[in-house]
């Protein structure tokens, strides 16, 4: 069991990684957005589950399942509200000039 979590949250950690580094490489809050809400969703799903599996059935487990519950759900809401409130704000995004 603990190999099996060590996996989970060495594959939710590489999504993580990759979400910073598309945080870092996007050009404007738009794309970000985008990439983060996507990576950092699944990045913590599965390192919550790899702590759900090392923690085996116990009260913290039941903490563990409240949280990766409501950090799927709520996520692509902060997405969308982020999203939302920049372009309202008046921000446009990027434009590709083209060759």
Known sequence: MTWLAIVLI????????V?????????DVFSRAHSLSLTDSLGAVFVLAGLAVYEGFSFNLLRILVVLVLVYFLNPVIAHATIRAAY???????????K
């Open 10 to 17: 060495v594959i939710g950690l590489f999504f993580l990684i």
């Open 19 to 27: 979400g910073s580094i598309g945080m870092l490489r996007l050009p």
């Open 88 to 98: 309202r704000s008046g921000l446009r995004p990027t434009k590709r000039e083209t």
